[in-house]
């Protein structure tokens, strides 16, 4: 009973002190609110109602008021930036680093700020210069970061490499994916410098980085083929199945070459006919199609096409199997076929994309870097339709 007794004393007190703090930070916030310029209601009120050059205007008048409101010149200088006004908002993040006054935490966070302004602006030497002063403190993991943006832009590689392990000892997640990616853009430049031993030292170092790496082994069985060894070159491309087989329309005209080569088509063939049936795709259809017609005749390759669109029917695949089917026909169906052909390949030619699956940038080539986020490997190496083709 003693027990219940004291609970009964406790709450209230509880509630009481709990009533009286509130109090203290309404009355506290209400002679904070009344100290502020009435422009920096109004700029909030601007920004609410999403009408940014207004607000930059209140702001610039609190600004005015009192020089001394740091977070309202770091709100400035990005308003300023995120318009496209960089010399502006360069301005304010430089006179913020003008002031001898300015913490610490303060001077990092406004030099943080002032490179990403030169960023935007593209002047990548001045943005560099200043995010490497940020070697410590709260900032520097993010000025780490948008060096490698930096170098990659500038496709220094060698620096987007390092960048990206110090990244990861500052406790960053892996960019083993990069630093892959990154090895294998060193080996294109030594490829195009007819250096092969370097290329191959390259795919090696991507490879270990990343087993996974598609590209480093399409690229080794390029060093391969360009030596002569095809069968290297094959067994290589092969691999891509095991690895990741969205990416095989990337080598079955490389495989159907070097066959060719070895005088091995029938191995071409069969090998591709395989894979239209295993991973249906317009892309291996059109390789296989055009092998398979030439090694084993129209009606082999009209039985493939037909195949592919029972199992995954679309335009393309359309376009495809009515030209096999006009191969074959006679007078006056072979005039219709290829009149049906011709206007749906004229509506689709346009169609079919590859498409990033970041930010769905869309390209006629497929790229290993996005043009649109610059994500690395989020294009799926196969060109799809809209859902909605009449766009």
């Given at each position: 009973m003693d027990l219940d007794f004291w609970w009964l004393l406790v709450i209230p007190v509880a509630f009481a002190f709990g009533w009286m703090a509130a109090r203290y930070d309404l009355k506290a916030l209400l002679s904070e609110s009344a100290n502020l310029p009435r422009s920096y209601f109004r700029g909030l009120n601007f920004l609410l109602n999403e009408q940014p050059d207004q607000a930059i205007d209140a702001f610039i008048e609190v600004v005015k008021l009192d020089p001394e409101t740091i977070e309202l010149h770091f709100a400035l200088g990005n308003l300023f930036r995120r318009r496209g006004e960089t010399d502006r908002a360069i301005r304010v993040h430089q006179n913020l680093l003008s002031r001898s006054d300015l913490?610490?935490?303060?001077r990092d966070h406004?030099?943080?700020e002032l490179g990403q302004d030169f960023l935007?602006?593209?002047?990548?030497?001045?943005?560099?210069?200043?995010?490497k002063q940020l070697q410590s403190g709260d900032y520097a993991l993010g000025a780490q970061r948008a060096l490698l943006t930096i170098y990659e832009i500038e496709k220094d590689w060698v620096k987007c490499i390092d960048t990206a392990k110090h990244l990861e000892t500052m406790g960053a997640e892996s960019l083993d994916k990069e630093i892959a990616q990154f090895h294998c853009e060193l080996a294109?430049?030594?490829?195009?410098?007819?250096?092969?031993?370097?290329?191959?030292?390259?795919l090696g170092l991507a490879l270990k980085a990343n087993p996974q790496n598609v590209r480093a082994t399409i690229l080794t069985g390029d060093v391969d083929a360009a030596a002569g060894a095809h069968e290297s070159a094959i067994a290589q491309w092969r691999r891509v199945e095991d690895q990741n087989a969205t990416y095989l329309p990337l080598v079955a005209e490389k495989?159907?070459?070097a066959c060719e080569a070895l005088?091995?088509?029938?191995?071409?063939?069969?090998l591709l006919t395989t894979w239209v049936d295993r991973y249906p795709s317009n892309d291996l259809l059109d390789v296989a199609y055009?092998?398979?017609?030439?090694?084993?005749?129209?009606?082999?390759?009209?039985?493939?096409?037909?195949?592919?669109?029972?199992k995954s029917p679309n335009l393309a695949g359309m376009t495809r199997l009515l030209e096999a089917q006009q191969e074959t026909a006679e007078e006056p169906r072979r005039g219709e076929l290829e009149l049906m052909r011709s206007l749906i390949r004229q509506r689709t030619k346009n169609l079919p994309r590859y498409t990033c699956?970041?930010?769905?940038f869309r390209a006629r080539l497929f790229y290993w870097q996005c043009p649109g986020c610059s994500g690395w490997e989020t294009y799926a190496p196969r060109r799809v339709e809209p859902i909605n083709a009449s766009n």
């Open positions: 913490p610490v935490s303060e406004a030099l943080y935007k602006a593209g002047l990548l030497d001045r943005a560099e210069e200043t995010f294109q430049e030594a490829l195009q410098q007819k250096k092969p031993d370097e290329a191959r030292r390259q495989i159907t070459k005088g091995r088509q029938g191995e071409a063939a069969d055009q092998h398979v017609a030439a090694l084993r005749g129209q009606d082999a390759a009209h039985a493939l096409a037909r195949a592919q669109m029972q699956q970041n930010c769905g």
